[in-house]
């Protein structure tokens, strides 16, 4: 078993910043890359970004790159989500999420993970 705890949440204006934490208990959790999903008010889970377990390899949804970056320390057990430059349409409950399988990087679908935190409501108001 996995417990996900996401921290970090809250309200910014456009062009703000925010950074979400991901800290995990229960597993080796260097082996499994980690991903950030988000669901906004009537649309599905989408995927934002992912890393690797030793992050060396990261992936994002062209929505966000070159806005956000994602990084971890395995040693903390903890996935961090820098946003910057923040849009209204980046308003959304924010998860994280472990790869179900071992050393696997990239997923970018739902399907592929395993492991979800509760989420935590980023809100970005214009």
């Known amino acids: 078993q996995v417990q996900l705890v996401e921290s970090g949440g809250g309200l910014v204006q456009a062009g703000g910043s925010l950074r979400l934490s991901c800290a995990a208990s229960?597993?080796?959790?260097?082996?499994?890359?980690v991903g950030w999903f988000r669901q906004a008010p009537g649309k599905e889970r989408e995927f934002v970004t992912s890393i690797s377990p030793s992050g060396g390899r990261t992936y994002f949804a062209d929505s966000v790159k070159g806005r956000f970056s994602i990084s971890r320390d395995n040693a903390k057990n903890t996935v961090y989500l820098q946003m910057n430059s923040l849009k209204p349409e980046d308003t959304a409950v924010y998860y994280c999420?472990?790869?179900?399988?071992?050393?696997?990087?990239?997923?970018?679908?739902?399907?592929?993970?395993?492991?979800w935190g509760q989420g935590t409501q980023v809100t970005v108001s214009s």
């Open positions: 229960g597993r080796t959790f260097s082996k499994y890359a």
């Open positions: 999420a472990t790869d179900r399988l071992p050393y696997k990087v990239g997923s970018v679908r739902i399907t592929e993970y395993e492991y």
